[in-house]
């Protein structure tokens, strides 16, 4: 009876932990693509080129594209990169990825 109980739950204990720990590698590309956005919109409001901005952060994020929008008084970066969810019996399923950060314009003269 052990050996049965054995044989039915480390298959499902397996998968759970695999579950988790696709989990947690979600969570850490969303971080990083919000850390580069967050970088870039910073960059941009202080007054960088948006062109050194941009191949920064497709350095970063050779998967994402950026968009970047220039208001009277701030600049705002938007990102989106295909996401990565790994389980083993269903395969590989993509999910985006997408991230906005506003930075307020810093005065030049400051």
Do not use: Y
């Not at 590698?25 to 960059?43: I, K, M, P, V």
């Amino acid at each position: 009876m052990v050996t049965l109980e054995t044989a039915l739950m480390v298959p499902m204990l397996v998968f759970i932990t695999f579950a988790c720990v696709s989990i947690i590698g979600l969570g850490l590309q969303t971080l990083s693509l919000s850390d580069a956005t967050r970088t870039a919109a910073r960059e941009l409001a202080r007054g960088t080129e948006s062109d050194l901005v941009a191949a920064s952060f497709q350095q970063r994020e050779p998967e994402a594209s950026i968009v970047i929008n220039w208001n009277q008084d701030s600049v705002s970066v938007h990102t989106v990169k295909p996401g990565r969810f790994f389980i083993g019996l269903l395969g590989q399923n993509s999910f985006t990825l997408e991230q906005t950060h506003v930075a307020p314009r810093e005065d030049e003269s400051s």
